[in-house]
């Protein structure tokens, strides 16, 4: 059973694209994010986890390190997660 289980894990892993497996170990690391609006820089920032989208699409939510404060963002936001 260990053996199919091993083997299902393994056949998900070279079914997904290199992006897919990115975001899969990404999960729970940290991030900066920067978002802008007008092509200007309205906020820049580091996650302490995971960013997640806000329902709907409308933007992004986070805990930011340096304030320690919940952080709703949103606007053209570029996401980049640490290895």
Do not use: W
Request: proline share 1%.
């Amino acid at each position: 059973m260990r053996k199919i289980v091993l083997l299902a894990c393994a056949l998900l892993v070279l079914g997904c694209t290199d992006a897919e497996r990115a975001k899969l170990g990404g999960l729970g690391n940290k991030a900066t994010v920067d978002c802008y609006s007008g092509g200007k820089l309205i906020y820049h920032g580091r996650s302490t986890g995971k960013v997640s989208p806000e329902d709907g699409g409308a933007g992004y939510f986070l805990k930011d390190s340096a304030r320690g404060k919940l952080v709703e963002v949103s606007g053209q936001c570029i996401v980049e997660y640490d290895n």
